[in-house]
């Protein structure tokens, strides 16, 4: 343990982002900007959350960071509380730069903001959203993480996070359209079709890493039938690490620009990847800072949309999957938007048999990569992994029931599982929902 | 001696009545008001179903994931919380006063389980007190106010326990317990202790986000 | 703009056939209808290349390697990109430009449709092009692109310093700066996005973002005096070369002339500002309240709001009257001055107003079929497309293009047909 701690201590002074920002740092702005944030960019919620917490440590067992940390009180969802917002309220902003240093390690790289502590706390206290708060905090003094900052920098300039220039993003969908009509050769990605039912859209490391991503949905498009289109361009992307990094007017540019795209080519929805995230930035965050109570054009996750092409008979199954499956709720999409039962749906219609991570649902583990934390890259990457030994446990115990194959239906899950199954050497192979069904569906037949 | 126990059994609990009553409305009053200030957005979604929802099943012990996985606490903080309620208000000397002084009555109980109720209330706190001090996860939040608060909590209990055996001489230990029992409810809605307002607003809230937008369960 | 008086308003039906293309090509793309409506194109794949079919007759003898992105210019001309031996360029009535790039995206067409602007890469840098000629000048990245009313001038966002992916300081300095036919400005800003032309083409406002967390607009390169926490995209007024664009501070919106405000009512939201034609009076959609949406007008919301978007929003060519689109659920409502019709749509189009400002139109989907509502009355027929409708100069006749069956029509009707 202690050498962990050591080596992610050691890690962190390489975070230029948050050494440069600590160095800029001056007594007077950072009590200007904490009292700015927290009495003017607060309210209710955070006055009734701080007065009513009565300290009784409630929600710590329901993080997977203090779990992994032989329940070290310094990360329970409480004490990350206690280590940065409570001392910047009775100091009344008056810390300094070590404070703050700290304070952004903690909010930006020990909280992946999951929510699940919300439901072990008697109040409802979200501390998620306290987080949240701090990050506000930290963004405003500069201080974020380097590689988070830089991704926040990209949404910015490119409205997606992977820098991914205008030209790339549609030659790389030509390119994926070319691939896939080697299998199906009347296959279109159809770009900018005003009028399409759907506007189908990713985040940017699909085309940048994963482009066999954007080929199998095409594929799966192309056999269900879906009127559907892809923009040409920008607002393409539905992720948002500026909603992690606390930058909300970037988060709400991005969040504009994905739905701008979607209505002027006059869709009725926009079905998304396999991403939590994104649909968190898209369902809950992004649109309520643009003043739309609920998403304006519907949102449909990618478990939601195979459970209707599914359960429609629009896609068929022609042999099921017959490895041994197990099965992560993705915060975002489980506790963010209720899609575990589909999630499960979607299972027992592709897959010979599920193997049940416990505890489950709406009460998983999270991944310990959401929240931005695994976008704070790696200075951080032994922090994350001591900091989800529950996860590798669970992981571990479906294994040890059978499981061969970890179902991840989310990017940033996906990615912060599969360093969990290799440092801990679990032996799981990773999968989306979208690599299952691809290989296991009825496609059209090759003339 | 007399004078001080007419004061303090007239205008202090007067006085102590009007600021508990008067801070919960000044304190609801303002966060409404923040609310439609600062957070208009939360009425969009807050729901009467889902709030009460989730609040009945928070009020259920071992209504939820976490009362059923530390069963002795969620015994004792349901105890706690029930006789803390519960034996003051059906305590017969209590009503007594009720009825010198309004005309009052209701129904009591008797004096034999109110004062076990009254020892169980204030075992209760001997154990979040323990707690507080022992279990690392709370020890590291706990500062002097958490004590303090526990204390203000337990004082009219012990100090009524006391008083109704009478193991101390005259007045003074009944006096005592009267003015603890109005420090606590002054400063309730001042205090952290006014969770047993805002409580119920933030779980309402929670669980409309939860039942409404998240579609998931918060308990 | 490109006048519609020499179009043929006869009343009557044009027919074209396209129910044999499907079996002459290997697949056909979306179709495309002139503005005149007397050609429909689309594009088609026929023995593993592609080319586009224009009422029936091929584009081009040699057919490409790749095509996208088909569609007509105001006068009528279709054009598309085109790709052939790794080259992109630019097609118009099938005749290629004669430059070629890395990659050639965004068309652009100018208002009377004689000249297209691209943007392009070579190399890796990034330019536009104006009737097949690029900027003498390239950029790290280019973006929020704008084509000057008379087409002639360019401008976009353009990365003027490269810093690689990481130097997050060095991005901080400044990057980025706004490119008009090639030449940037001298400062650069963090970020630069939607960049405008004023109507007389000599002016250029854009969004920057100077550092983090202040933002404010620039024109011609001069910074309005004051910053915000951030601001949504400037327009000109069209004749005092005032600029407008709505402004956040403290977490509210109002909108800003040349960094006053001249909105002084706070709104949740506040965005796609226009000015009428005369620049008497300024429109936005807005959400007074959150959660509710509507359309101001010189500040003042309408009192009807919607839960869901308003997008669209239209004046009429005369200036009195303002039409949006508003969604309320997942149903479409044409609003026109603070009135929603009683017909509601699946999905529902650009409002049009007639020269006059008498009658709206707009192209509709009900029950998965597409037809025209005028006035708030549809027209008898749904077919399997139909595009936008187009008055006649005196206000009396509609042109409306539509696919049924397999076969195109371009239908001249009496406007009252429908309206009354």
């Known amino acids: 343990m202690a050498e962990t701690d050591k080596d992610s201590t050691k890690s962190e002074e390489l975070d230029e982002g948050i050494e440069v920002g600590v160095r800029r740092l001056t007594p007077e702005r950072i009590q200007t900007v904490i009292n700015s944030v927290l009495g003017a960019e607060t309210g209710a919620r955070f006055k009734a959350y701080i007065q009513t917490c009565i300290h009784c440590g409630l929600c710590s067992d329901a993080c997977h960071f203090y779990l992994s940390n032989d329940k070290d009180p310094r990360f329970s969802p409480v004490g990350k509380v206690k280590q940065t917002i409570w001392p910047m309220i009775q100091a009344k902003g008056r810390v300094d730069a070590a404070f703050i240093r700290r304070a952004a390690q903690i909010a930006h790289t020990e909280c992946n903001l999951c929510k699940r502590c919300v439901q072990y706390c008697p109040f409802g206290i979200d501390i998620a959203y306290m987080m949240s708060m701090v990050r506000r905090i930290i963004h405003k003094l500069g201080v974020t993480p380097l590689y988070l900052q830089d991704t926040a920098h990209s949404h910015a300039a490119t409205m997606n996070q992977m820098w991914v220039k205008g030209d790339e993003w549609i030659d790389t969908l030509q390119w994926q359209e070319d691939e896939a009509r080697e299998e199906i050769p009347e296959l279109r990605i159809p770009l900018e079709k005003e009028g399409a039912d759907i506007m189908y859209s990713v985040i940017a490391p699909e085309p940048k890493f994963q482009a066999q991503l954007i080929y199998q949905a095409a594929v799966i498009m192309h056999t269900a039938g879906v009127n559907w289109t892809m923009p040409a361009s920008m607002g393409w992307d539905n992720s948002d690490m500026a909603m992690f990094s606390g930058d909300n007017e970037i988060m709400g540019r991005v969040k504009r620009a994905h739905f701008e795209t979607a209505a002027r080519l006059k869709v009725k929805k926009i079905v998304m990847g396999e991403c939590g995230h994104a649909f968190r930035s898209v369902y809950d965050m992004g649109n309520r800072w643009l003043g739309w109570a609920m998403p304006p054009i519907p949102i449909v996750h990618a478990i939601e949309f195979y459970h209707d092409l599914l359960k429609s008979g629009r896609i068929r199954i022609a042999r099921k999957y017959d490895k041994p499956v197990t099965l992560h709720d993705p915060c975002n999409v489980v506790r963010g938007g209720g899609l575990h039962e589909m999630a499960r749906y979607v299972v027992s219609q592709i897959c010979e048999q599920l193997v049940e991570m416990h505890p489950n649902r709406e009460h998983n583990y999270c991944c310990a990569a959401g929240g931005g934390v695994i976008n704070c890259g790696p200075p951080y990457k032994n922090k994350r992994m001591a900091g989800n030994r529950v996860k590798a446990e669970q992981l571990f115990d479906a294994k040890s029931r059978g499981a061969e194959t970890l179902i991840a239906p989310c990017h940033n899950c996906h990615s912060g599982l599969h360093d969990i199954v290799h440092h801990y050497e679990i032996g799981l192979d990773i999968k989306f929902f979208g690599d299952i069904i691809y290989e296991c569906m009825e496609k059209p037949e090759n003339p | 001696m007399h004078a001080l126990y007419q004061f303090v059994a007239g205008p202090l609990a007067w006085a102590a009545f009007i600021v508990f009553l008067g801070g919960l409305l000044y304190r609801l009053i303002r966060l409404l008001i923040l609310v439609r200030n600062r957070e208009p957005f939360i009425s969009s979604y807050m729901s009467w179903r889902y709030g009460l929802r989730s609040i009945v099943h928070w009020l259920t012990p071992f209504g939820t994931v976490r009362w059923r996985t530390m069963p002795v606490l969620t015994v004792v903080t349901f105890v706690f919380h029930l006789f803390l309620l519960i034996t003051p208000i059906f305590l017969l000397s209590h009503i007594v006063l009720w009825d010198e002084a309004w005309g009052l009555t209701w129904w009591a109980l008797p004096d034999v389980l109110a004062d076990i109720m009254c020892a169980i209330v204030i075992a209760c706190c001997v154990f979040f007190a323990v707690r507080r001090s022992t279990q690392p996860e709370v020890r590291f939040v706990t500062d002097s106010s958490d004590y303090l608060i526990l204390l203000l909590t337990a004082a009219p209990f012990l100090t009524g326990f006391v008083a109704y055996h009478q193991w101390t001489e005259g007045a003074w230990m009944t006096i005592l317990h009267m003015f603890s029992g109005e420090l606590m409810l002054a400063l309730l809605p001042f205090t952290r202790l006014g969770h047993m307002l805002l409580g119920w607003l933030t779980r309402a809230y929670m669980g409309s986000e939860f039942g409404g937008v998240r579609h998931a369960r918060d308990w | ?420």
């Open chain 3, 1 to 420: 703009m490109v006048s519609n008086q020499s179009w043929d308003w006869d009343i009557g039906h044009k027919e074209i056939d396209i129910s044999d293309w499907s079996q002459r090509f290997e697949w056909v793309e979306e179709l495309y209808a002139s503005p005149d409506g007397e050609s429909v194109a689309a594009i088609v794949h026929v023995d593993e290349a592609f080319n586009v079919c224009i009422n029936g007759t091929l584009w081009s003898e040699a057919p490409a390697d790749k095509i996208w992105h088909l569609r007509f210019t105001p006068d009528n001309r279709p054009y598309a990109l085109i790709s052939d031996g790794g080259q992109w360029t630019v097609a118009i009535s099938g005749e290629t430009w004669s430059e070629g790039y890395d990659y050639a995206w965004n068309p652009m067409a100018s208002a009377d449709g004689t000249h297209l602007a691209v943007a392009v890469q070579q190399a890796g840098r990034y330019a536009m092009a104006v009737d097949g000629k690029a900027w003498e000048s390239d950029f790290s990245d280019i973006g929020y692109f704008a084509l000057s009313p008379s087409g002639r001038s360019t401008a976009a966002a353009v990365q003027v310093r490269s810093v690689d992916s990481g130097q997050v300081h060095a991005f901080q300095e400044g990057t980025f700066s706004v490119a008009v036919d090639g030449k940037s400005w001298d400062p650069m800003f963090v970020n630069v996005w939607h960049v405008a032309f004023s109507p007389d083409e000599r002016h250029v406002a854009a969004e920057v973002r100077l550092n983090l967390y202040d933002y404010t607009i620039a024109v011609d390169g001069q910074l309005w005096p004051q910053v915000y926490s951030t601001v949504w995209a400037p327009c000109f007024h069209p004749t005092s070369g005032a600029v407008v664009a709505p402004v956040r501070n403290k977490g509210e919106w109002v909108m800003a002339q040349d960094g006053r405000t001249i909105w002084p009512q706070p709104f949740v939201q506040l965005w796609r500002q226009q000015f009428n034609a005369d620049g008497s009076r300024l429109a936005a959609i807005v959400a007074p309240k959150y959660g509710r949406w509507t359309v101001a007008v010189d500040g003042a919301p309408w009192p009807l709001t919607f839960g869901t978007m308003v997008t669209d929003l239209t004046f009429s060519p005369d200036g009195q009257r303002v039409a949006a689109l508003a969604k309320e659920g997942a149903k479409w409502h044409v609003v026109v001055d603070g009135r929603a019709w009683q017909h509601a749509f699946e999905m529902a189009w650009r409002p049009v107003f007639s020269p006059d400002g008498n009658a709206v139109a707009a192209k509709v989907e009900i029950d998965g079929r597409y037809t025209v509502a005028v006035n708030d009355r549809l027209w008898s027929t749904a077919c399997d497309m139909v595009w936008e409708p187009c008055f006649s100069s005196d206000d009396t006749r509609l042109l409306i293009r539509s696919l049924d069956k397999g076969i195109y029509r371009r239908s001249v009707i009496s406007v009252n047909k429908i309206a009354e």
